[in-house]
């Protein structure tokens, strides 16, 4: 994997891992329409390089399942993988706005906006140039839109998830409360998962480590980061195998 050469991307096939909270920008719910339409304009810029791209969005700028005190926690997941819906369908009418050919496929049945999540559809329809919406999560409570991206990537043989945060890497503490948090650039599965680092949870950590599926972390709210990130450019932190001297 060439890093230097910066013209030409490094990866076919891509999923973009989009929290909810980043949709709603500062306001913390909703939508913010410049972010969304930020996230349009870079995607189709990476689609035109040739880059396969499959979206993954969560829901947090609208329904968190844990928002739901005293709610049985399936109906709470449930609700929340509606909310993703509505995310998928926000970003794909940035997208199409702008002229990208989009699907929004999603993992429990609402055909009369989305078609059903089958994988061959998928593969298919990002063969042919189009984004790929992935909403709906799993289709299974107990289950976040982090083990969703882990688990459609090993799905449609991904070679990397892109996560896009509201933070522009991982650290070793949380910078928002310790000033003197460490930036790592690079960092193995298993230090993730041994540190209780809040990268993604367990779960995807774990589908990404046994398939092999390196994850780039980097914040979104630098303009142009989804495209750095496409080209090989050296941000954010990079999760993945550790490397055999």
Not at 6 to 15: K, L, M, S
Not at 29 to 51: K, M, R, T
Not at 68 to 76: H, I, L
Request: net charge neutral.
């Amino acid at each position: 994997m060439n890093v230097e050469n910066n013209n030409n991307p490094i990866y076919n096939r891509v999923v973009l891992k989009l929290s909810g909270e980043a949709l709603a920008g500062e306001k913390g719910y909703g939508f913010d329409y410049g972010i969304l339409n930020q996230i349009a304009d870079e995607v189709i810029s990476i689609n035109n390089l040739g880059v396969q791209v499959a979206i993954i969005v969560g829901g947090g700028n609208i329904w968190r399942g844990r928002s739901g005190v005293g709610m049985d926690r399936s109906t709470a997941d449930y609700m929340g993988m509606l909310a993703t819906v509505i995310n998928a369908l926000a970003l794909q009418d940035a997208l199409e706005n702008k002229g990208m050919q989009t699907r929004v496929q999603t993992a429990i049945e609402m055909r009369q906006v989305a078609e059903p999540y089958i994988r061959r559809r998928a593969i298919r329809h990002l063969e042919k140039g189009r984004v790929v919406i992935l909403a709906g999560g799993t289709g299974n409570p107990f289950f976040t839109t982090d083990t969703t991206a882990a688990l459609r990537a090993a799905e449609i043989e991904a070679e990397v998830i892109l996560l896009a945060k509201n933070i522009d890497a991982v650290y070793d503490d949380d910078p928002r409360t310790n000033s003197k948090a460490k930036k790592l650039d690079r960092i193995s599965y298993i230090e993730v998962i041994n540190r209780g680092l809040a990268v993604m949870d367990t779960t995807a950590i774990t589908l990404c480590m046994e398939n092999r599926i390196p994850i780039q972390v980097f914040g979104l709210g630098v303009k142009n980061n989804i495209k750095a990130a496409v080209l090989g450019k050296r941000i954010g932190t990079i999760i993945k195998e550790e490397e055999t001297p």
